[in-house]
């Protein structure tokens, strides 16, 4: 199977990362071909699944999509670095490049909605679309509609906190290309998603945020990470900072920004080094961390749990 190249500004590529999907795979691969933006390819990489899943791509590519859809092997090392993969063999003549889940149920007019709102910022500047999703459980019943963030979304949020759910994802194509050279450079990230949105911020790109969900966003037993939704999801990000896993977080995420920060705008290479200066200091460095950086979360309770974080060593 081999994808069409066009050169279309309107062109979509969708970037599906593909594990033992069987159970849900075939509802995802129905929505994208009943979007109502036609114009799109479809990238599978597929981190050596054992089960259908590869099979039903191929079947999929058959019946609906013929010549549209290709599918390569995956880097087999998890998610996060099979959507890296992903982005590295993406097509540079596509004008738009969407993330794609393999558990989610799209929207019709998720990729319509995408493409109208990125078409407002010339495609020479980078600009991220993401959008709220109807959280749900496995069956895509108890739906709830999720939050819309209270803050602006720019890089001193990004630095510390990802806002922006990967499967919402639809990139312009400067933000693809910025994203596909930094891929090539990256070594290991915390989350893919969280990643770009830092890259495109840093750079000073724009992030849309469109208040109308665009897909159903399925919860089951092996969501990689799930969403960042309600109280509950509130006590496990504080917990993350207790165990320090946060502080894992941002080791991995200052090591592969320092690697693109030459892109950078001038004020956010300032914010991402007097952060990664002073983090892993004594108390007064760690404190000063936050406040010269300028670095916040979407929430009280979230800046409260950043402040924790630096007083108690796992900023």
Not at 74 to 79: C, D, E, I, L, S
Not at 105 to 125: C, E, F, G, M, N
């Amino acid at each position: 199977m081999s994808a069409i190249r066009r050169p279309s500004l309107t062109h979509t590529q969708i970037l599906l990362a593909l594990y033992n999907g069987t159970p849900y795979l075939n509802e995802q691969l129905g929505s994208i071909a009943a979007q109502s933006h036609t114009d799109w390819c479809l990238l599978v990489s597929d981190d050596a699944s054992a089960d259908a899943g590869p099979a039903m791509v191929r079947d999929f590519a058959t019946q609906h999509a013929a010549g549209l859809v290709r599918m390569i092997d995956g880097p087999t090392a998890g998610a996060a670095n099979n959507f890296m993969h992903l982005l590295q063999q993406s097509d540079p003549q596509a004008g738009h490049l969407a993330l794609c889940d393999q558990d989610d149920v799209w929207l019709p007019h998720k990729l319509d909605r995408a493409i109208t709102a990125l078409a407002k910022t010339p495609s020479d500047q980078p600009a991220l679309y993401c959008c709220r999703t109807l959280v749900c459980d496995a069956a895509l019943g108890s739906q709830q509609l999720s939050r819309v963030p209270g803050r602006a979304l720019t890089f001193r949020n990004a630095l510390v906190q990802n806002v922006v759910a990967g499967n919402t994802i639809v990139l312009n194509r400067a933000a693809a290309g910025l994203a596909r050279t930094a891929a090539a450079k990256a070594s290991e990230i915390a989350v893919h998603d969280w990643w770009i949105y830092q890259i495109v911020t840093g750079v000073g790109g724009t992030v849309i945020f469109d208040d109308e969900p665009g897909l159903l966003y399925r919860q089951h037993g092996s969501n990689e990470i799930g969403a960042h939704h309600g109280a509950q999801a509130s006590i496990s990000r504080l917990t993350q900072v207790l165990r320090g896993r946060f502080r894992r977080w941002n080791d991995l995420n200052v090591a592969a920004l320092s690697l693109i920060a030459p892109q950078f705008t001038p004020e956010h290479r300032q914010v991402l080094e007097d952060f990664a200066r002073d983090r892993r200091g004594p108390l007064s460095r760690r404190l000063r961390a936050l406040r010269r950086s300028g670095v916040y979360r979407q929430s009280r309770l979230g800046d409260a749990a950043l402040w924790l974080s630096a007083l108690t060593g796992r900023l």
